[in-house]
């Protein structure tokens, strides 16, 4: 079966970076798009950022020039680089694959945006 293991969260103060992981199993990795989504207490899940099995990216307005998500097919693993974090950043992260019936999601891993 599909599972998606997530890591590199962690505490990091205003303007600091992190690199989150996300590895894959139980899939045809390089067929597959993959998403990044994050959840902050009280509110929605949101669609972070995106990448194709081609490599095409798309991401959330409030992210833009900040983020970048990317894939590396060999090592099965999709990335998410994040600059510049802010309080706001402050969320669980999921790795996220899409299915015509089923996403499958990863466990997430805190991020938290703090002096």
């Known amino acids: 079966q599909v599972q998606l293991v997530e890591s590199g969260g962690g505490l990091v103060q205003p303007g600091g970076s992190l690199r989150l992981s996300c590895v894959a199993s139980?899939?045809?990795?390089?067929?597959?798009?993959m998403n990044w989504y994050r959840q902050a207490p009280g509110k929605q899940r949101q669609l972070v950022a995106t990448?194709?099995?081609?490599?095409?990216?798309n991401y959330a307005d409030s992210v833009k020039g900040r983020f970048t998500i990317s894939r590396d097919n060999a090592k099965n693993t999709v990335y998410l680089q994040m600059n510049s974090l802010k309080p706001e950043d402050t969320a669980v992260y999921y790795c996220?694959?899409?299915?015509?019936?089923?996403?499958?999601w990863g466990q997430g891993t805190q991020v938290t945006v703090s002096s």
């Open positions: 139980g899939m045809i990795f390089r067929v597959y798009a």
């Open positions: 996220n694959t899409p299915r015509a019936t089923i996403d499958y």
């Open positions: 990448i194709s099995s081609g490599g095409s990216t």
